[in-house]
Structure formats: structure tokens, C-alpha cells
Nanobody, 120 residues
Framework: QVQLVESGGGLVQAGGSLRLSCAAS????????MGWYRQAPGKQRELVAR???????NYGDSVKGRFTISRDNAKNTVYLQMNSLKPEDTAVYYC??????????????WGQGTQVTVSS
């Protein structure tokens, strides 16, 4: 099994910044990709950003140019730097990893979620 532990959410004013972290642990063989999704009340979960082990990243249209995803493969950790935050970025942010362990094939794993609230 793979466990994902997120940190870094909170309350920030519009225009501010936050940095989320997500660390994966377990008998990990490989994680590819790793990323972030978010879900606002009454809305579907949507992709924020994800990154491959080789560093190739893609972003949701609403966050392009404001958010940056990065990854430390040695630490099995992914980061999301969020700048110029807007009230519409308010959501629960979930870490996602598609990972294979020493005993299992690739499967999707999710963190417990961290709340990001942006006040106007």
C-alpha cells in the first residue's frame, strides 16, 4: 500500500500564496505521475496539475501561469506552489499518485485532502 500525506493548506487573502506538499510512503517501486486535484462544494473534482517522474508537467486551464508543480523523486514528494490566489481557487485539494509497489502493479492513490480557502 501507498500512503499520501498532504500539508500546507489554509486560509489566505486573494492575491496571496500557499505551498502544498504531499509525501508518499510505503513499499514504493515507482510513482508516475504524481499531482493535485481539487474539489469545490457542489462541483466535480478537477485536475490542478500533475508531473511525471521525468519532470513533464501539465496544468488545468484555470491555474496556468499562477501555479507551479514540482517533484523530488528521491523523497517521493510533490509540491504545488500557488501564487496570485483567487477566491475561486477555494477547494479541498487532493494529492494523487499513480504508483506501483514492490508487490502490486500501478494503482491510483489519494491523500485525505487539505482545505485551501481564499478570501476576497
Amino acid at each position: 500500500q501507498v500512503q499520501l500525506v498532504e500539508s500546507g493548506g489554509g486560509l489566505v487573502q486573494a492575491g496571496g500564496s500557499l505551498r502544498l506538499s504531499c509525501a508518499a510512503s510505503g513499499n514504493i517501486f515507482s510513482i508516475n505521475p504524481m499531482g493535485w486535484y481539487r474539489q469545490a462544494p457542489g462541483k466535480q473534482r478537477e485536475l490542478v496539475a500533475r508531473i511525471t517522474s521525468g519532470g513533464s508537467a501539465n496544468y488545468g486551464d484555470s491555474v496556468k501561469g499562477r501555479f507551479t508543480i514540482s517533484r523530488d523523486n528521491a523523497k517521493n514528494t510533490v509540491y504545488l506552489q500557488m501564487n496570485s490566489l483567487k477566491p475561486e481557487d477555494t477547494a479541498v485539494y487532493y494529492c494523487n499518485a499513480r504508483a506501483a509497489t514492490l508487490h502490486t502493479d500501478y494503482d491510483d492513490y489519494w491523500g485525505q485532502g487539505t482545505q485551501v480557502t481564499v478570501s476576497s
